[in-house]
């Protein structure tokens, strides 16, 4: 190529390990944020192997050892009871299966560690208040047009810019969301507000009729972080941060765990979203333009790998970038290469989702109990159904 200049429209996580990634390969990379600065919100994240693989190669651990917790296990408990299901050890056997560790980490403690590497690289530049409201096309490359009337222009274009995706809905058409019925909430406590109703240090899946709960480690393991996710028709908001009482989430989950209880009476901060789910795309490029992380394929949290699989994007792409000369047949190939598995992985997410939330005792006995005894007689059993996904290594 003569041309390397690379627009991305979006500064989370997909966006900003995209441009990490094309700024490494030689190329010059402008970020597209439309909020007045760059942060992140949310909560605890899960960094499974195949996502440390990527950060790695980007070169961005150094800036999360501080504030990464690597668990002992991952648990699958009764959300009611506490009874333990099965127990997966982690802390030194992932390393050993797959190739890494696995880590949790707060999701803004991750942005603000991809945010430094980005700023370090000569060739990058981050804008804010830089609202995209299309693109065009053009010869050697396209253009995006700012809500203030500047046009931008790239010899590709990433559109990293979320669920809402503008350069989605412009590529394949405005689609409306479907609402999946369930609604999430999430808080983060500091532990030494818990004393001894502390859960586990463990990443724990505490399952139940009709909804399940996660809770994890962040902040370097000082502080506790609770997703909840209830099946209900009734409340349909989508926005990330949309407060919630306490009252409201001790309804759902009043009468579950001590611990859990413990973790939302501490909250000063709860927040629920509706989860919404879209189908996969019939494709992610229009010529010089294509799509990453969630605007090409939104899934649900039951798998933990919505930000891991935006990290995987992203290297792949930028080696399409350098394996093919021509940037059109460059993002076809990173297509090709990404869409099978992030269908897969948006598909067993849904799956697993429903799997955690068993209407009766028949269910659950049927779901969990070859689960308890796989798990008893040997955690590899359940190990060998995580290798496909966290022993994957997209940059190879």
């Not at 094309?22 to 992140?40: D, F, H, K, T, Y």
């Not at 997966?88 to 803004?108: C, E, T």
């Amino acid at each position: 190529m003569t041309n390397r200049r690379a627009v991305i429209a979006g500064g989370g996580i997909g966006g900003l390990a995209s441009a990490l990634a094309l700024a490494q390969s030689g190329w010059e990379v402008e970020v597209l944020e439309q909020a007045p600065e760059l942060r992140e919100v949310g909560a605890g994240i899960q960094v499974s192997p195949n996502g440390m693989k990527m950060l790695e190669r980007l070169g961005v651990l150094p800036h999360l050892e501080h504030s990464l917790f690597e668990p002992e296990a991952i648990e699958l408990r009764m959300g009611r009871t506490g009874r333990r299901v099965f127990r997966l050890p982690m802390k030194g056997y992932a390393q050993d299966r797959w190739g890494h560790r696995f880590i949790q980490i707060h999701r803004a403690d991750l942005h603000d560690a991809l945010a430094q590497a980005v700023r370090a690289q000569p060739k990058a530049q981050l804008r804010t208040n830089a609202k995209i409201t299309g693109y065009v096309r053009e010869r050697g490359g396209a253009s995006v047009y700012l809500e203030r009337g500047e046009r931008v222009f790239g010899d590709v274009v990433i559109g990293a810019d979320g669920v809402r995706s503008v350069i989605r809905n412009q590529m394949c058409g405005t689609d409306r969301a479907r609402f999946t019925g369930q609604v999430a909430w999430r808080t983060v406590v500091p532990v030494d507000a818990l004393g001894d109703n502390a859960p586990p240090p463990y990443g724990v899946i505490w399952a139940g009729r009709g909804k399940h709960a996660v809770t994890t480690r962040v902040k370097g393991g000082s502080h506790v972080n609770f997703v909840g996710i209830v099946e209900q028709d009734s409340w349909t908001e989508e926005g990330w941060s949309i407060p919630g009482s306490i009252e409201e989430a001790l309804a759902d989950f009043g009468d579950w765990q001590p611990c859990l209880r413990a973790v939302l009476e501490a909250s000063q901060g709860l927040f629920r979203w509706a989860l919404y789910g879209r189908p996969p795309l019939a494709t992610w490029c229009d010529g010089p333009v294509t799509l990453l992380g969630d605007a090409a394929h939104p899934m649900l949290p039951s798998m933990a790998q919505g930000a891991v699989m935006a990290l995987e994007d992203a290297v792949v792409l930028a080696q399409m970038l350098e394996r093919h000369a021509d940037k059109t047949a460059a993002l076809q190939a990173y297509e090709a290469a990404r869409k099978p598995r992030t269908t897969r992985v948006q598909q067993r997410s849904a799956m697993n989702a429903r799997m955690f939330h068993r209407p009766n005792a028949a269910a659950q006995l049927a779901t969990y109990g070859p689960m308890a005894l796989a798990g008893h007689l040997s955690a590899s059993v359940i190990h060998r159904q995580q290798d496909w996904i966290y022993g994957f290594d997209a940059g190879s």
